[in-house]
């Protein structure tokens, strides 16, 4: 008789746990993706701030990162109010994108850090190889 208590007593603990899992996880799991970004007017302000920075022409090369993480590379070729189109200088094919669907915009190319960054390493390196042919140089 021991046994089967202790049987019941277990399958009301998994009966329990299981209720726990559905009644607190499940809810938790489903949260974040309930919690949708919806694209604010200071956001799309900000794009369209930074598209109009950057100017149009085959010069204004960007990178524009949309809200569904997919990427369009090319030109500003048009700047419009609700939207701007992205052209592709290879195919020549362009891309009309509202300022709603926009999470970034990038210019192409090096930032200027990343430029700061590569000139302090070359610096370094040849600080260093002259360093090291004078030691070369004078014997020890």
Known sequence: MSCENNLR?????????????????????????????????????????????????????????????????????????DSFQVTDKKSGRSTPIAYQEVDK??????STGAKIAILAGTGVGIVVIAALAQLSASGE
């Open 105 to 110: 915009v990038r210019k192409r190319g090096l």
């Open 9 to 81: 007593r277990h399958i009301l603990k998994l009966i329990s746990f299981v209720c726990w899992c559905l009644i607190v996880c499940v809810p938790l799991a489903a949260w974040p993706q309930s919690q949708a970004v919806q694209p604010s007017d200071a956001q799309s302000a900000k794009v369209k701030n930074e598209v109009r920075k950057l100017g149009s022409g085959e010069r204004a090369r960007v990178k524009v990162t949309l809200r569904d993480k997919t990427e369009v590379k090319g030109y500003i070729s048009q700047i419009g109010t």
